[in-house]
């Protein structure tokens, strides 16, 4: 990444912070690709979200060499509940009990079988291997303020929400990776295909 002053130039830029823009990042980065993730929040997330990681996903966390960490912070797969809220009332469970053997064929069909965790420990994973890698720039707390695109690339206007200093990015690409409401794609004008 090449920085002059409130320039920076690099292949790709990241628009969010989360799972998917940390993971494309390191995805990127295994193909000796630079990024520059964008996350207008201060830090990964706080509060719960996902809280199982199907087989695919630790698929990819094992190309990426950190599918280890998140086996480290895990619970047992016996199941899942569905509540209306926090402390609200449980609508139902699937539970592995239900299918004698399943869990047993599941575990061993994969090197990376699913597993019960949380985004909250995945985020910080996913932000702590983006961090220490050379070809990730990880600008939390800074929020895109605009884009561009043109034939050389994609420019894109940021602020940094704690100094309110402007920053703009040049890139080949950006990816949108700003949530199911991404203010991006509906700058882009483009639209979600099926629900949020």
Do not use: W
Request: aromatic share 4%; glycine share 8%.
């Amino acid at each position: 990444m090449t920085d002059t002053g409130t320039t920076i130039e690099t292949d790709v830029a990241i628009i969010g912070g989360g799972p998917v823009g940390l993971a494309a990042s390191l995805l990127l980065a295994r193909h000796g690709i630079r990024s520059v993730v964008l996350e207008k929040h201060a830090t990964t997330a706080m509060h719960p979200k996902a809280s199982a990681f199907n087989t695919r996903t630790m698929e990819i966390l094992r190309q990426l060499g950190i599918a280890d960490d998140v086996y480290a912070n895990t619970g047992p797969v016996g199941g899942v509940s569905f509540y209306t809220s926090l402390t609200g009332y449980k609508l139902g469970e699937i539970s592995m009990q239900d299918a004698p053997g399943y869990l047993d064929s599941l575990l061993a069909s994969t090197p990376s079988p699913l597993t019960i965790s949380s985004q909250i420990v995945l985020e910080a994973i996913l932000k702590r291997h983006a961090d220490e890698h050379e070809l990730v720039d990880v600008r939390f707390n800074t929020e895109k303020t605009s884009l561009r695109q043109d034939a050389a690339g994609v420019t894109i206007d940021a602020k940094d929400r704690q100094s309110a200093q402007s920053l703009q990015i040049d890139a080949a690409y950006a990816i949108a990776c700003d949530g199911a409401a991404s203010p991006t794609r509906k700058e882009l004008g483009r639209e979600l295909i099926g629900p949020p």
